[in-house]
Every structure is written in C-alpha cells, then in structure tokens.
C-alpha cells in the first residue's frame, strides 16, 4: 500500500490519495489527476494518468468519477497491472466528442485489454451515437464507428448498474474473456439505429448477463463464435433484434458455441425474439446444448427462428448450404403474441440438419389468432402444450 503511494506522489504532487486502512483499499480520485466534470474539458489524459496509478499498485484500488460530466476520447486501459482488484466507481457520466469523427476512425471507445479483476460499477456512458447514426442513413461516406466499452482478453470482470447511451456502434463487447458478470445494465439507443447491439459476446467463457434493460437497434445480446457456458437470465429486450446465437460459420474454422441458458426474458416488440442464425456456408462450427427457459414475447415478430440460409445480399454463400451443426436446443415455457402468422420457424441446413430440437410448454398466438410453425430439415419433438401446433 505505501508503495502505491509513494509511486503516485512521485508524479503528483497535489494528490488525493485516501487510505482505508480497514479495507486496504487505494482511492484514486480522476479530479486529482486533472479531469474536469463540466463536460467541455478534455479528460482523456487524466482518466489515462489515473489508470496508470490504479494499475501500478499492488492493492485493491478504486478509481473514483464523482458527478459531472467527464469529456473522454478514445482510451486503451492496458494490462498486466501489478495488483488484480481494480474499481472504477462512477457517479458521473462520461461522454464522447460531439463530432463523431473523432471516435468514428477509433475501433473502441472505452477498451480495456488483458486485464485481470476489474469491475465497473454505476456511472454513465453517452456515446452521442446519433450524428453518426444519421449520416449512415443519409447513405453518405460514413466512418464505422466505435464499440463503447469493451473488454479483450481479460478475466474476472464485473459491470454492475452501468447505463450506455447511443453507442455509435456495439455498446458492450466481450471478447476473448473469462469470468464475467454484467448485472443491472441499461442499454438504451434509438430502435432504428445500426448495428449497435447491446452486449455482444464471443470467444468467452462463464459469462454472466443479469437483471439487465436492452433497448437499442440491433441485437439485445449476440453471441458469436467461441462462447461457452453463457448465463442470461430476467433481460428485458426491445426495441431491437432480440437474442441472437450468430451470425456463425462466416469462416471454416470457427469455433462453436455451447452450454447457454437464457431464462426469464422479456421481448417487447422486438425483430426476432430467440434466434440462431447461420451464414448459409461451409464451416466447421457448431451450436449445441442451448436452453431457452421461460420468455415472453410481446408483440415479436419472429418469436422463435432457426435461419441456416442466412446470406445478405445473396453474396459468397456458395451452395447456400450451412456447415454449422445445430444440436440439443430445447425452448421451454415461451408464451405470447407473434406479429408475423409464422411464430416457430426452424429453417435448417440441407446438409445439417438441425438435431435434439425440443419444445415444452409454448404458447404463442398471432395477434389474436392461430399461428403456425415451419420446419424445414430438423428433428425433434414437442413435449406438453406446444401452440402452434408442432411440425417437428
Ligand atoms: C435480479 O432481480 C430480481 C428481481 O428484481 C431480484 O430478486 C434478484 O435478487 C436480482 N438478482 C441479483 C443477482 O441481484
Ligand atoms: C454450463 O454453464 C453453466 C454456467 O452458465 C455452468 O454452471 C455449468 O457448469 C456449465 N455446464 C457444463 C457441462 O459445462
Ligand atoms: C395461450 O395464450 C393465449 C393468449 O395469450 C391464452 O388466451 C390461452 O389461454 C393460452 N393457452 C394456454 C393453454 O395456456
């Protein structure tokens, strides 16, 4: 603990170090290191000078953004730090450059990479999104954007109570990680904005998304490649494309996504509500032991849907045939209201076909009236009340 004092007033000599000796715990407070909550100031270098205090300290350390409005550009928090219990604490907000050409060249806003125990707790993300939102529907030369906040190869995350704002592009990316627990999240974007998907996992490991509000344009939360053991449980998704298993099989060596629960979801007009989805070619990828456990659907349009054939555009899907093998799903108390006649779709592969698919307990309607399924190469069988009545 002295060390990371003496490091620290090495530097900065007007410091603001605040030791609780019962906790042990190291209090960096980004004031201290220059930042400005009046939300003109620029406060990249201090938020940069705080993190590098925070990571070269042994001690559990908080990185404390009182209220305000904290002006940040683009920032890399790096890893190896020397300790591995690392808290940002966040009264305030923190908002991107209003020129969205300024993050827009930037892959990520807020990334952090190889690191180890730290947690985001509170605070506000406002990644002014919508100038850049409207110069792609202006069909104009438009930069891609930049993901908000994202963790690569990193372990024992923690996001608890954060609320993202209008995210140029995704709002939270998983990447690469393992033990990560998101809880009491708040995504919010217009519904008709691209490709800004809430909470975007891949290559992951033990995740953990709960008690969470995603309303945004794109996917609530997807999940590519390499995701295993993902726990989704009481997420309220909508507007926006519902929960999404792919795009997968883009490559031929992908890896495949296995063990997923999502339980007690909410869909509220959503695009789609539980969805796979697989590029229709060749690929060594595979979907297997997902369960979809308890949602309701509000207002869906595509409820439940398998699309093997997916290919946009009709572009580099030779074939048109999906190697992605999609086995052991079982979808158990779904209930609610399709606005399209075709509420359970299983659009599968002609060369895979779509195995252990299971329903149990489902019950959905369009608006008022009957609804139908579509199968097309699947295998697998309907337990207990299943409305529309099963083509399985
Ligand atoms: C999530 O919310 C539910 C219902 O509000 C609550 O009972 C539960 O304790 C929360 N979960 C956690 C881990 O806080
Ligand atoms: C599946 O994932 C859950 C966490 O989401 C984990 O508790 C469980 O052990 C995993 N099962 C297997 C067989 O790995
Ligand atoms: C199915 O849902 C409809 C509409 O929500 C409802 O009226 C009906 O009672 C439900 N059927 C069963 C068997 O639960």
């Given at each position: 603990m002295v060390k990371c004092f003496i490091f620290i007033n090495i530097f900065f000599l007007a410091l603001y170090v605040t030791f609780h000796s019962s906790s042990a715990i190291t209090n960096y407070n980004v004031l201290s290191f220059g930042a400005k909550g009046n939300g003109v100031t620029d406060s990249t270098q201090a938020f940069i000078k705080a993190w590098a205090a925070a990571c070269a300290c042994t001690e559990s350390t908080t990185i404390y953004v009182p209220k305000g409005r904290y002006l940040l550009g683009s920032i890399a928090f790096k890893g190896d730090c020397r300790g591995s219990d690392i808290t940002f604490r966040i009264d305030g907000t923190l908002v991107a450059p209003a020129d969205y050409r300024v993050l827009g060249q930037a892959d990520t806003w807020l990334g952090f990479e190889g690191v180890s125990g730290v947690s985001i707790t509170g605070g506000a993300l406002d990644a002014k999104g919508s100038s850049l939102w409207a110069c792609k529907a202006s069909g104009n030369n438009c930069p891609n954007g930049a993901t908000t906040l994202s963790f690569t190869n990193s372990n024992n995350i923690?996001?608890?109570?954060?609320?993202?704002?209008?995210?140029?592009?995704?709002?939270?990316?998983?990447?690469?990680?393992?033990?990560?627990?998101?809880?009491?999240?708040?995504?919010?974007?217009?519904?008709?904005?691209?490709?800004?998907?809430?909470?975007?996992?891949?290559?992951?490991?033990?995740?953990?998304?709960?008690?969470s509000s995603i309303k945004t344009g794109d996917d609530c939360i997807s999940i590519g490649p390499g995701t295993r053991n993902l726990w989704i449980e009481r997420v309220n998704c909508g507007p926006g494309h519902g929960i999404s298993i792919g795009s997968l099989g883009k490559d031929m060596e992908e890896e495949g996504v296995q063990n997923v629960t999502v339980k007690k979801t909410v869909f509220t007009g959503t695009q789609n509500g539980l969805r796979i989805k697989s590029w229709?070619?060749?690929?060594?990828?595979?979907?297997?032991?997902?369960?979809?456990?308890?949602?309701?659907?509000?207002?869906?349009?595509?409820?439940?849907?398998?699309?093997?054939?997916?290919?946009?555009?009709?572009?580099?899907?030779?074939?048109?045939?999906?190697?992605?093998?999609?086995?052991?799903?079982?979808?158990?108390?779904?209930r609610g209201i399709s606005t399209s006649p075709i509420a359970i779709k299983f659009d599968c592969s002609t060369k895979n076909p779509c195995k252990g698919i299971r329903l149990q307990n489902v019950n959905l309607t369009y608006l008022n009236q009957v609804a139908q399924s579509s199968c097309t190469n699947v295998i697998g069988k309907a337990l207990g009340l299943v409305k529309p009545s099963s083509c399985l």
């Open positions: 923690r996001i608890n109570g954060l609320i993202s704002l209008k995210s140029q592009m995704y709002h939270i990316v998983i990447n690469g990680c393992q033990d990560v627990h998101i809880e009491g999240v708040k995504v919010i974007a217009a519904g008709d904005s691209p490709n800004t998907d809430g909470i975007h996992v891949q290559l992951s490991r033990n995740v953990m998304i709960m008690n229709g070619r060749a690929s060594r990828g595979f979907v297997q032991g997902i369960r979809f456990i308890g949602a309701i659907m509000q207002n869906v349009q595509n409820p439940i849907v398998i699309d093997q054939n997916y290919c946009p555009h009709n572009l580099n899907c030779p074939g048109q045939v999906s190697g992605v093998k999609i086995s052991d799903v079982m979808y158990q108390g779904i």
